[in-house]
């Protein structure tokens, strides 16, 4: 379990009020939007976005350097430990590190993925050996899985099931979900036991155009997923389910979070 938040932002381009409980990071970074960032323990982390480059802190945030940059836009990054991590763009590159991001390289390549992921939204991952994946919001929904530090890789396309698939969550190697949409229906959970051989959908919301957009587990025992809308003037709200592991299907919210 993480247990330091830190705060992701657009380009820094107002100032926050200061607070004792928050304080401004990231000043060597130029980005108009920065996706994703992990921590390994209290000091270590990692940070991408939109400008194509991975930065790395080895003082809880307090310095940034620069490991890697390219012209692609980087959507997702997590690490295994501090040595294997993996970073994910929208579009076909899969790119990862055995040394703690000193050198990246791209492995999409490798195993044909272009064939059929045009992008990694979400990561999850258990102990240092499995590494989980979907994508992309955008479509050709897929999910990936590994046991051995991305050296093979098993793969499941979504046809009818999923229209888009932005992130994922794994309690152990069985039981996991991802998240996303399925067009003309609303915004969508899917739930395996069986490491992501099969999936069933547990959830799906009343609105179209909208995604289950990020997951989160409370000490595998209650489970929240946050939505956003693809349209104007519609309020936004939060789905939680307790006992995630062993619910067969989540009941929609009473109350919406405008």
Not at 108 to 121: H, K, R
Request: hydrophobic share 35%; proline share 2%; with cysteine.
């Amino acid at each position: 379990m993480k247990t330091i938040i830190f705060l992701l932002t657009f380009t820094c381009t107002y100032v926050m009020q200061a607070q004792d409980s928050w304080i401004r990071l990231g000043e060597e970074i130029t980005s108009y939007r920065l996706d994703d960032i992990f921590f390994i323990d209290e000091q270590k982390g990692w940070v991408v976005g939109d400008n194509g480059q991975i930065h790395h802190t080895k003082n809880g945030g307090e310095d940034w350097t620069l490991q890697y940059e390219s012209n692609l836009y980087f959507r997702s990054i997590e690490f295994l430990n501090e040595n294997v991590g993996f970073a994910g763009t929208l579009g076909s590159g899969l790119f990862k590190t055995t040394n703690g991001g000193r050198d990246w390289n791209r492995i999409d390549t490798l195993y044909s993925f272009s064939e059929f992921a045009n992008g990694f939204c979400g990561f999850s991952h258990i102990g240092d050996s499995s590494i989980f994946a979907v994508g992309a919001y955008y479509g050709s929904s897929f999910f990936l899985a590994s046991h051995d530090q991305g050296n093979t890789w098993s793969i499941k396309n979504f046809g009818e099931e999923a229209d888009g698939l932005v992130d994922c969550y794994f309690i152990d190697k069985s039981t996991g979900f991802i998240s996303g949409i399925k067009e003309g229906e609303g915004a969508i959970i899917l739930k395996t036991s069986d490491g992501g051989i099969t999936w069933r959908n547990v959830l799906t919301t009343d609105g179209d155009s909208e995604y289950i957009w990020k997951l989160d587990i409370l000490e595998d025992s209650i489970i929240y997923g946050s939505v956003e809308h693809f349209l104007p003037n519609k309020p936004s709200f939060i789905v939680k389910s307790i006992d995630p592991v062993s619910y067969t299907h989540l009941t929609l919210p009473t109350k919406r979070i405008v």
